[in-house]
């Protein structure tokens, strides 16, 4: 043994300082379990804070605000075409993030969670050693893996390359870029190509899928397909990239699809299709902690990994990657931790796209209630529909119940329009709460406002 | 890597299975297809056969639990995930086996895909009631809920948790054995209480002189059938006539379903209790046909191998009470949702009143329920006597 080694007994190591990791060392304290955090940055928050969410956050609220004031000249009220300081942008962006890092940090040390920076890795059931910097080995009783999941750069292409980037970079280019390709159809990718058509680049999506936002259903999607028609260059469903070629111009991007290839030229490259378990530096295998086929820690409902000391919450356990679906399973693993019982069992979990319109689901969709065989029954009822809502003369979003046929409780509810990223949250508690459509139909909803079209579904579905 | 073996779908709209019995250890060796455990669904019981050879590592459930349908079952020690065309787990009596169990089966890892793909399927209970069934050990599934849409309450959880465990209770006369029903018996209570309180019955009785079928049916070209094997041509040829005995009763509308076909459900009882495989387009059927179905369905319910789907979709039910002794006239339950049923009484020698003379003669006892709703007294004593004159004449059988 070196000098100035020694092992530490600590009880709970939770590595990994993002959203879940957070919410798991804070609950699990408050609960009276000794806590530590090891991170790999210097700062609490993780990706989702310093890299993700508040940038696009407010990026998208920027694209919103554009739209707004646009919207206005039907009610006589002109704006100036706007000017965007991007430098400033990220500024204010920078200080929020820093602002809920500096919260978290309090939070901690109020409760005594230490924060060790550096990388962990397992040297066995119950042994870590945080390599770089002066070597520690800890012993613990329990451990939490938080560690998220990366973006994957785009196959076929240099991987280095200031022209292509992943989701973090896209939120801190220094200016707008006259062209860009978005390859991923998913939420992300969707947004990120709202955001930059808004702000005046040309803007092209790619995905492989036969439709952009692929897991929601159709119906739903229509309305932001055929603004996004309006917004960007152009939509290539069902397309792959093959290959990507860095030059002087920018990068040249080869396409495939059933109708050939095809190639084209962009100044930036935006890839947010794929993502990675951050499993790799951890040597799970030293401490018999099992992956699934996809590089993911599999898990049980407690969180449990198959080492009975070792628990995994968050994106590096899989799909959806989502904050709050960490979040509640960190708390759901300290709890467990602390000798309680909880388990992970949301039957709703909300998913949210931010786009203008925005579109938001939860429970099953209609789709998936008719691949699984679900009896299920569907009543929709239209928004107004106009897509400059936002608050301004809008009735709210176009609703979707999905409902068992025989007890009328409510399965799944999809919202695709102005104000379905807040009403979603009502959705999401009369599923959990096991609600049959008379329960939302009975329940008085302000007016006006946009849950109208929510109660007017509801009432729907026993005429 | 052990490996996860879960309860797969075990067909049309099955959800849950009690477990009847283990039939292998954990430590056990097994091979593919043994049978590694008994598990019962509403009227049938299946054994699940092993879908791989290897080690039961661990056993996580017992007998009589409750197990939903993707619940994992047993763990082998090895691992029979490399191949990528993961394991299809195929049930005796299984008839497919549609995408939930697949997506059950799947990537399980969060807990998110199964919570939500099995939405549709879970109790309705609020997260805090979800919360307290876990602390007091009761099982969400089983729990009748008492709010709307059968949402599982508070108090359901309370009531469940609190309900005495199956030993011996005195009440204010003498002790008391309190024991839960087998899947099988709960849901023979259900169907019964259903029908009986849906259902305006009226119960005829008659009888039929089959002495000449008596002799006929011992030796039917070259074979012994049994008489129920001529009641079962009788009636399907009396059906055929009388189109209202093989109909249903739709309350919510008001009409009148009539079958286009006639299958006959034939109630049997087994050890299980009672149970109704289904002969399916009898008027197709010669009679020895009809006796070869008959012997099939006998011998599926002798060693309980019949699938859920055998036991669905007959348009009238026999039971053939007599079979079992004594039994001369009853009042049989009609088998919801169908329009009536025909109870056999036991064949004997009976003094009776032929052309003016008291002559021995086999007489048996028919007593047949209606729903009367659809039919009216006057219908059944046509239908019954159409029955009764096949059975007297079995040259008109055919």
Redesign the interface.
């Known amino acids: 043994m070196v000098v100035g080694e020694f092992t530490r007994e600590v009880d709970t190591v939770v590595i990994g300082g993002g959203p879940g990791g957070c919410s798991a060392a804070l609950r699990a304290a408050e609960l009276g379990v000794e806590t530590v955090i090891v991170d790999r940055l210097d700062t609490l928050g993780g990706n989702a804070l310093h890299h993700g969410c508040i940038g696009l956050k407010t990026m998208l609220r920027v694209v919103e605000v554009i739209r707004v004031a646009d919207a206005a000249s039907a009610l006589g009220v002109k704006f100036t075409r706007p000017s965007i300081d991007v430098a400033h942008l990220h500024r204010a962006a920078g200080e929020r993030i820093e602002r809920q890092a500096a919260e978290l940090d309090r939070l901690c040390r109020e409760r005594s969670i230490e924060v060790i920076p550096g990388a962990a890795r397992f040297e066995g059931p119950r042994q870590l050693v945080i390599a770089d910097g002066p070597t520690r080995r800890f012993h613990f009783r329990k451990a939490v893996i938080a560690t998220g999941a990366r973006p994957l750069p785009p196959p076929g292409g240099p991987s280095k390359s200031p022209r292509i980037l992943d989701w973090r970079g896209a939120l801190e280019l220094k200016e707008i870029p006259k062209t860009m390709l978005v390859i991923g159809g998913g939420p992300v990718g969707v947004e990120l190509a709202s955001v930059y058509a808004a702000l005046g680049s040309e803007v092209t999506l790619v995905t492989q899928e036969e439709r952009i936002l692929a897991a929601a259903d159709p119906d739903l999607v229509r309305p932001l397909a055929a603004r996004l028609d309006e917004l960007l260059a152009e939509v290539r469903p069902a397309s792959c990239v093959t290959g990507l070629n860095e030059k002087a111009e920018g990068v040249e991007v080869r396409f495939q699809n059933d109708g050939g290839t095809a190639r084209r030229v962009f100044d930036r490259v935006l890839a947010v299709a794929g993502s990675k378990a951050n499993t790799d530096g951890l040597d799970t295998a030293k401490a018999r902690i ?1 992956l ?3 590089g ?6 407690q969180q449990q990994t ?1 080492n009975p000391r070792v628990y995994a919450i968050g994106d590096v ?4 990657y989502l904050v709050e ?1 960490a979040r509640h ?1 960190g708390r759901v693993a300290a709890e467990v931790i602390a000798g309680g ?9 909300p998913r949210v796209v931010f786009t203008d319109p925005p579109i938001a689901w939860c ?2 969709t209609e789709q ?2 008719r ?6 029954l569907v009543t929709t009822v239209c928004g107004d529909g106009s897509p400059s809502g936002a608050g301004m003369g809008s009735s709210g979003p176009m609703t979707k119940l999905i409902v ?1 046929p025989e ?3 409510l ?2 509810v999809g919202l695709a329009g102005p104000g379905a990223a807040q009403l979603i949250a009502v959705a999401a508690l009369a ?6 459509a ?2 939302l139909a009975g329940t008085v909803l302000p007016y006006p406002a946009m849950s109208e079209p929510l109660g007017e579904a509801a009432r729907q579905v026993d005429r | ?2 490996t996860d073996f879960r309860l797969p779908d075990l067909g049309e709209g099955v959800t849950e299975g009690q477990v009847v019995r283990l039939l292998v250890a954990e430590g056990d060796q097994v091979t593919e297809d043994q049978p590694l455990l008994e598990v019962e669904t509403d009227k049938v019981s299946v054994e699940i056969p092993s879908p791989h050879t290897g080690v039961v590592a661990k056993l996580h459930v017992v007998e009589k639990q409750v197990i939903n349908v993707g619940a994992v079952m047993v763990t082998f020690a090895e691992d029979f ?1 490399t191949p990528a065309a993961a394991v299809e787990p195929k049930p005796k009596a299984a008839a497919t086996a ?3 169990a697949r ?1 059950a089966d799947g ?1 399980a ?4 895909t199964v ?3 099995v ?9 805090a009631v ?2 307290l069934a ?2 007091l050990g009761a099982d969400l599934q089983t729990i009748e809920g008492s ?6 309450l508070r108090q359901d959880v309370e009531r469940a948790a609190a309900a005495p465990s199956p030993q011996a209770v005195p009440d204010q006369w003498g002790p008391t054995r309190r024991e839960p029903m087998t899947r099988a018996r709960r849901t023979i209570a259900q169907v019964m209480a259903r029908s009986a309180s849906t259902i305006p019955h009226v119960t005829d009785t008659d009888d039929a002189d089959v002495t000449d079928l008596d002799r006929l049916r011992r030796e039917y070209h070259g074979r012994k059938l049994t008489i129920l094997t001529f009641v079962v041509r009788a009636t399907a040829m009396a059906l055929q006539e009388h189109p209202l005995f093989n109909a249903r009763f739709d309350a919510e509308t008001g009409d009148i379903i009539y079958h286009e076909y006639i299958s006959i459900a034939i109630g049997v009882h087994t050890e299980r209790g009672l149970i109704a495989p289904v002969i399916r387009n009898v008027d197709t059927l010669t009679i020895p046909q009809i006796a070869d179905e008959l012997e099939a369905l006998a011998e599926k319910a002798r060693r309980a191998t019949l699938a859920v789907n055998d036991t669905r979709g007959g348009t009238f039910t026999i039971s053939n009470a007599g079979a079992m002794g004594g039994s001369r006239y009853s009042t049989p339950i009609i088998n919801h949702p169908q329009s009536a049923v025909l109870s056999l009484g036991r064949t004997r020698l009976q003094p009776w009143v032929v052309k003016g003379k008291i002559v021995p003669r086999s007489i048996l006892p028919l007593s047949l329920s209606f729903d009367h709703r659809l039919i009216d007294g006057a219908n059944e004593v046509v239908f019954m006597q159409a029955i009764i004159g096949l059975l007297q004449d079995p040259a008109e059988l055919g």
Do not use: C, W, Y
Request: avoid cysteine; proline fraction near 8%; charge should be neutral.
């Open positions: 099992e699934n086929e996809n993911a820690i599999r898990v049980d409902q198959s356990t899989g799909e959806p679906k399973q019982d909880s388990v992970f069992d949301a039957r709703a979990l429970g099953i998936e209630a691949n699984v065989g679900i009896g299920h068992d007890t009328k409780r399965l799944g599923l959990e709460m096991g609600a049959v008379e329960d | 890597m052990p995930s549609p995408a939930a997506s990537p890892d969060t807990g998110v919570a939500r793909t939405a549709g399927r879970t109790k309705p209970a609020s997260p979800r919360k876990r602390q709010g709307p849409g059968g949402r599982v």
